[in-house]
């Protein structure tokens, strides 16, 4: 049986993140990868799908990412994983890679790797050498098995709107996956830290029977010794009663490749079932500070008896996804 995630309430788990701890809704074996310990080196590790131009969602998880860099000041690893992308997803080779040299420039451009003082960031894709021959060093220690016991609880929802490569393509981007978060293993950390939404937990499942099996392959251990803890964003539910905001299902998101004219039309909807997605959008994919999110959340629960508060409240936010949106243009240039 798959261990479940700990939710991260707990006082310690609140304590160690302070703040961020809004940003997440589980956490993994956390424990043994925080507090940091000079002795025992930590690196962070997380990576985007290039599939088209990010989600509220995606947006939240990459605001997240800059603040939890500038929080723990640890190496991290930010992958944008094309090679996956064209395996598991039925998307042109020449819309992923488009997409990925912009997401690179975005990244950068909202604040990933430009900050004074903080530890490295290596922003790389999928067509990684070293990447590579890690998958072809790890495969040995995976079963076909291993692959249907751990994987995404909505593929059957992407199997249905015709959006999912083979079974072996997904067998491939697991792979890769794996091995962007043993990469540091390999290169001599002692514990790594894998962030990602609850639905890519089976990633940490994955990586950590890799660990466990070449321990235990006598002359064939690769002679890792890591430990191997995650952290799990919030995800964005999705408008119209979708169950997270997907970049694959357009009528479930709002996304950075949109018209400014789109973004307002999508955010203004009075549809009840996107309020409470929305309000999750702008807590996590706005950028606003809290006292600004503290206001939104009382005019969301006012909304029936003073819809006007809510719908001003939406009408900023629609301004700074526009926001947003503008730069991602900027940066496909």
Known sequence: MTPQ?????????????????????????????????????????TGFGPTNAPTAGTLSVMLGVIELQRYLRVPMTVVVSELGAWNSRNVPWSQLTDVRDQMFAFIRAIGLDSQPGSAPVRLRSHVDHANLVRCGRIARFLSRQDFLDHHEDLVDLYQDHGLLGSEVGLTVDALYTVADILGPAEEGAARVLMLSGLEESYFTELSRIVLQRQREAGELSLGWQVDLGALYFRVLEGLGGYPKMSKSIPASSIHLGMTDAEIAERILACDEASQRPLLSAIELSSGWPMSEIDQARAAYQHRRREPAGWQLTKQRFAETFATYAGIWRECGR
């Open 5 to 45: 995630p700990l939710p991260v309430t707990d006082h310690w788990v609140t304590k160690t993140l302070g703040p961020l701890t809004r940003r997440f809704t589980h956490h993994d074996r956390l424990q043994e990868v925080l507090p940091l310990d000079s002795d025992r080196p930590l690196a962070v590790v």
